[in-house]
């Protein structure tokens, strides 16, 4: 039944596949910064979930920020626990990819992270981003408390306007939500391009730059 869903159409919860009660194994050390992937994290990391089309990419735009702590890739926002790649691509799950993000606040404000995620992909497509079709392209931002969500939901707004004066009209799709489960990704997902440095990134920008100082205004 697979090949005749509209892969831009998020399952219902009766069709979403079973899934199952196993995590995915992954090695606990980040191939880039040599930190864990996995909790717990130092005390003072927080921790932010970003969806912006194909998580290798995504992952790569965060993880040379100086502040931030660690990444990794994984699946989140849908109905099916412990997805495979496989599954989440059928379109039967739900899930978007997404890279965790756990970052130091100490060192790097929250705006200097919604600035590469605004920046980094077109947030107006919906369900793709470029060539790449499905709801697990999805923009998508998933915030781990309130004045996270509330900033991220005040520069959604700063960066329409940014679109609008740049003369775009589309509107951003966006999903912002208080965080879901996250599950990580195969083994072979986590810092794909640091493996694979010739490897598919399908990400570029709409060109309109998030405004800096708008952002500083959001505290």
Known sequence: MF??????????????????????P????????????????????????????CFWGAEKAFWGLPGVYSTAVGYAAGLTPNPTYQEVC????????????????????????LTTFW???????????GHDVGTQYRSGIYLFDEAQLDRARKSLVQYQEALEQAGRQALITTEILSAPVFYYAEDYHQQYLEKNPGGYCGHGGCGVRYPALAASALG
Do not use: C, W
Request: charged fraction near 20%.
């Open 90 to 113: 059928s379109g039967y799950t739900g899930h978007n990819e997404v890279v965790l993000v756990v970052y130091d606040p100490g060192q790097i404000r929250f705006e200097q992270l």
């Open 119 to 129: 920046e980094g992909h077109n947030p107006t497509q919906g369900m793709r981003q």
């Open 26 to 53: 992954v090695t606990n050390r980040h191939a880039v910064l040599g930190r864990p992937i996995q909790p717990p994290f130092p005390e003072a990391m927080q921790q932010v979930l970003f969806g912006m089309g």
């Open 3 to 24: 090949m005749f869903r509209k892969k831009t159409e998020l399952p219902t919860p009766s069709e979403a596949l079973r899934g199952r009660d196993t995590a995915m």
